[in-house]
C-alpha cells in the first residue's frame, strides 16, 4: 500500500540581520528554529555581505548561503527586502521563511508575507512541525498553537525560545543570487545608534532593572555599579523611560525587549504584566520593593520587601568582597 504525501518538501529561508560585519545573535536562533522544518538557507544580503555569507556558511544547521550583493540591503529597507524574498521563493521554492524577532525581523516578514498572499506568524517560542507553531498572545498570558495552510509560511522567531546556532562546524555553501530592483518608495537617511560600552541587555546572563522606585536618572549609577562586578546588563520599565530616566532601548517588557538571562534582579518595578512579558522567562527572579503587596512578588523566587537604597549599596558591597 502507498501512502499519499505531500510532494513539496520543506526548505527554509532564514533572513540574516547583519551590522557592521556580525551576524545578530536572534538570527542564530532563526536558523536553529528553521532546522526544525527542513533544510536551511540563509539569506546574506548587503553592499559588503560576503564575510557574513562566510561565517553564515560555517554556521550548524546552514546547508546554503545567498549572497546578494547590493548597497540597498544595508539599513533592513523592507521596501526592497520583500521583493528580493519574493524572487529567491519564486526560483528555488522555499516553503519558509524565517527571521528573528527583532526590529528588522519584525519590519520585513510582514511585508514579504503580504506579498505572498500569506499570514505572518509572529514571535514563535517553538516549532511542533512544519505547518504547526506556538507563540504567546495577550501580553505572554496565554499560549496559542496555530496552524498555517499558506504554501509559503512566514514567521518571526523568539531569540530566547531557541539555542543560537553556533558559528562553527557547519560546512554550508555559497552561492551568489542577483539582486532584486531597489525601491524608489523608502530610501536609508541616517541612524543614530546609541553608544554604549554596556553589556548587551538581550544576550547578558545577569539582568539588572530599575523601575519607577529608582526616582530619576542620576540613581541608576547606584544599580550601573552593581552590574560592573556581575557583568550584568541594566534594563528599565517603561514608566522609566517614558520619564526619561532611562533610553528607550533599556525597556523590557511587552513593547521592549525580551530577556531570559539566568538572573534578573529588579529593583522598585511593581510587575506589570506588559513588564513581566518580556521578562518571565527568566531563570532565577529576585525582587527588591518597599510594598508587600506589589505583584511581582508573585513570580518572584526571591523577594525583599526594603527600601532599595538600602539593598542595592549593600549588595554591591557583598559582591565586591567577594570577588
Ligand atoms: C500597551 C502597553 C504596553 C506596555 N509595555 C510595557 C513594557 O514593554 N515594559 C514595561 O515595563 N511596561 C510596559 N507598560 C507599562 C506597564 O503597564 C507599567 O505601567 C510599568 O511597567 C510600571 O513600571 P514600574 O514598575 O517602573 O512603575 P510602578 O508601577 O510605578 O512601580 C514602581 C514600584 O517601585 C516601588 N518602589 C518605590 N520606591 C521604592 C524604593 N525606594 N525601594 C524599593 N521599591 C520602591 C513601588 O512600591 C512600586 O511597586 C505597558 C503598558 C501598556 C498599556
Known amino acids: ?8 518538501l520543506a526548505k527554509a529561508l532564514v533572513l540574516a540581520e547583519i551590522a557592521e560585519g556580525k551576524i545578530a545573535p536572534a538570527s542564530l536562533s532563526a536558523i536553529t528554529a528553521a532546522a526544525k522544518v527542513g533544510p536551511v538557507t540563509a539569506l546574506a544580503a548587503g553592499k559588503n555581505a560576503k564575510a557574513a555569507a562566510d561565517i553564515l556558511a560555517k554556521t550548524k544547521g546552514v546547508e546554503e548561503v545567498l549572497l546578494v550583493d547590493g548597497a540597498q540591503y544595508d539599513n533592513g529597507l523592507a ?32 511585508r514579504s508575507a503580504a506579498k505572498q498572499n500569506a499570514m505572518p506568524i509572529s514571535e514563535i517560542t ?27 509560511k512566514f514567521c518571526t522567531v523568539r531569540g530566547t525560545s531557541f539555542e543560537r ?59 550601573e555599579d552593581l552590574a560592573a562586578p556581575l557583568g550584568a546588563g541594566i534594563g528599565a520599565t517603561r514608566a522609566v523611560v517614558d520619564a526619561g530616566y532611562a533610553p528607550n532601548e533599556m525597556q523590557v517588557g511587552q513593547t521592549g525587549k525580551t530577556v531570559a538571562p539566568n538572573f534578573y534582579l529588579a529593583f522598585g518595578v511593581s510587575g506589570a504584566i506588559q513588564h513581566v512579558a518580556g521578562m518571565k522567562d527568566s531563570k532565577v527572579i529576585a525582587v527588591v ?8 512578588f508573585q513570580i518572584a523566587d526571591y523577594g525583599i520587601v526594603e527600601d532599595l537604597f538600602k539593598v542595592a549599596p549593600a549588595l554591591t558591597e557583598k559582591v565586591k568582597a567577594n570577588k
Open 289 to 296: 520593593n518597599t510594598d508587600e503587596e506589589a505583584p511581582f
Open 79 to 110: 521596501e526592497n527586502f520583500a521583493p528580493l524574498i519574493q524572487s529567491a521563493i519564486a526560483k528555488n521554492g522555499y516553503t519558509h521563511v524565517f527571521a528573528g524577532t527583532s526590529a528588522f525581523g519584525k519590519n520585513i516578514i510582514p
Open 126 to 152: 517553538e516549532v511542533k512541525d512544519e505547518n504547526t507553531f506556538v507563540r504567546q498572545q495577550y501580553a505572554g498570558n496565554a499560549v496559542t498553537t496555530v496552524k498555517s495552510s499558506d504554501k509559503v
Open 165 to 223: 546556532a553556533a558559528t562553527e562546524g557547519g560546512n554550508g555553501k555559497v552561492v551568489e543570487f542577483a539582486p532584486a530592483e531597489a525601491s524608489s518608495k523608502a530610501r536609508f537617511v541616517e541612524d543614530k545608534i546609541s553608544k554604549s560600552d554596556k553589556v548587551d541587555l538581550t544576550t547578558a546572563a545577569t539582568v539588572i532593572t530599575g523601575g519607577r522606585g529608582i526616582k530619576n536618572k542620576e540613581n541608576f549609577k547606584i544599580l
Open 1 to 8: 500500500m502507498f501512502r499519499v504525501c505531500s510532494l513539496q
